[in-house]
């Protein structure tokens, strides 16, 4: 059996709670004490309705956007990268084509060779490299929020586990 590690704080049963009000200077406060929340494990006048209902809703929806993105993000993942490859050995041929053959790059013949050129073979080799990051920075940051909603749901779950709900 897998052991879940996941931590929860007293704050976090009052986020579901009916009953519960942020207060600038305390933050979230139970409405029936005033005070910040003090209990064990569990609260026995926690109030379960409308803010369960929405943050569920909310953690649910969430997950069901990501998992709609989910084929979105594999094919960026898989198709920038490749575009990337290809302007990179596109940008090695263009070198190859025009720069190698004439020693261009050579001072000893005093040959002159015009920047822009060399210009035009980095601009071509930097757009090679950021297609790279165009397919794999999107695809981090939605394994980092699958991660993320995961561990609230997993926390939510465990909430509602101990007022044997869940």
């Not at 929806?61 to 594999?74: A, E, G, P, S, W």
């Not at 490859?85 to 001072?107: G, Q």
């Not at 071509?124 to 790279?132: E, H, N, P, R, V």
């Not at 695809?139 to 509602?160: A, S």
């Amino acid at each position: 059996m897998k052991k879940d590690n996941t931590l929860i704080k007293n704050t976090d049963h009052c986020a579901i709670c009916d009953l519960s009000k942020t207060n600038l200077k305390l933050g979230l406060i139970c409405s029936l004490t005033s005070h910040t929340p003090i209990f064990y494990k569990s609260c026995t006048n926690i109030k379960l309705d409308e803010k369960l209902e929405e943050k569920s809703d909310e953690l649910y929806l969430q997950r069901d956007i990501l998992n709609f993105k989910n084929k979105k993000m594999y094919l960026r993942l898989f198709l920038f990268p490749l575009l990337g490859i290809l302007v990179l050995i596109l940008d090695y041929f263009f070198y190859l084509k025009y720069i190698k053959p004439y020693d261009m790059l050579s001072a000893e013949n005093g040959a002159y060779y015009p920047s822009s050129v060399l210009g035009v073979l980095a601009c071509i080799f930097i757009l090679g490299c950021a297609l790279f990051g165009k397919g794999i920075g999107p695809f981090l940051n939605y394994q980092e929020d699958k991660k993320m909603n995961k561990e609230k749901i997993t926390k939510l779950e465990t909430i509602l586990k101990l007022y044997k709900i869940y």
